[in-house]
Nanobody, 125 residues
Framework: QVQLVESGGGLVQAGGSLRLSCTAS????????MGWFRQAPGKEREFVAA????????YYADSVKGRFTIFRDNAMNTVYLHMNSLKPEDTGVYYC??????????????????WGQGTQVTVSS
């Protein structure tokens, strides 16, 4: 079983940048498709970005396309979400998630088996 721990959240002004990290223990991440999700207060958890185990494929929610980049370093057992041009509506708890599949990626909450505890991102206007 893999354990996921997010870090890198914080308070940033609109237009700023943050880089989130998700580090795994217990298993190597190289066989896992990974995703980032976020949840704002009173709202459902929503998909942000996903990356295949090989990193060949990535997929983004329309709301973050062109501003966020998901990438991974399998040697470091870490997946990243680099966020540029942040907006107040990007505020929420950001979660990383993993699915043990050799190909493809997932963009739904139910598509993942393992989750981190989340890291808070707050974007002030």
């Amino acid at each position: 079983q893999v354990q996921l721990v997010e870090s890198g959240g914080g308070l940033v002004q609109a237009g700023g940048s943050l880089r989130l990290s998700c580090t795994a223990s217990g298993r190597t991440l190289s066989r896992y498709a990974m995703g980032w999700f976020r949840q704002a207060p009173g709202k459902e958890r929503e998909f942000v970005a996903a990356i295949a185990s090989s990193a060949i494929s990535t997929y983004y929610a329309d709301s973050v396309k062109g501003r966020f980049t998901i990438f991974r370093d399998n040697a470091m057992n870490t997946v990243y979400l680099h966020m540029n041009s942040l907006k107040p509506e990007d505020t929420g708890v950001y979660y990383c998630a993993g699915k043990d599949i050799p190909y493809g990626l997932r963009s739904t909450v139910s598509g993942y088996d393992y989750w981190g505890q989340g890291t808070q991102v707050t974007v002030s206007s």
